[in-house]
Nanobody
Framework: QVQLVESGGGSVQAGGSLRLSCTASGYSVSSICMGWFRQSPGKVREGVTLITANGAPIIADSVKGRFAISRDSADNTLYLLMNSLKPEDTAMYYC????????????????WGQGTQVTVSS
């Protein structure tokens, strides 16, 4: 089965940038639906962005224009590129995979990383 390992979280001031990485084993990152979710204390988990097996991005309205998703097939790694960060982006960010052609935030994400914390200060 798929194993996902995340890295790249940290603390940054508002307006700054971070890049999160998710290295996968068991599946090629280019063969399945993969993406990023986030959750902060007291709030429900929300989808941030996905990328389909065909390379099409799906981006939540809250981060559209600021975040981007990409993948590197050679390293089997998924990335989350975060620009113009806001305090509202503070959360634990999770990499997830849905091994189906269908790709949506309501999909069956059976594989999850351990999470990496992103903290954005004013």
């Amino acid at each position: 089965q798929v194993q996902l390992v995340e890295s790249g979280g940290g603390s940054v001031q508002a307006g700054g940038s971070l890049r999160l990485s998710c290295t996968a084993s068991g599946y090629s990152v280019s063969s399945i639906c993969m993406g990023w979710f986030r959750q902060s204390p007291g709030k429900v988990r929300e989808g941030v962005t996905l990328i389909t097996a065909n390379g099409a991005p799906i981006i939540a309205d809250s981060v559209k224009g600021r975040f981007a998703i990409s993948r590197d097939s050679a390293d089997n790694t998924l990335y989350l590129l975060m620009n113009s960060l806001k305090p509202e982006d503070t959360a634990m960010y999770y990499c997830a995979a849905d091994p189906r052609w269908y790709c949506s935030f309501q999909g069956q994400f059976n594989y999850w990383g351990q999470g990496t914390q992103v903290t954005v200060s004013s």
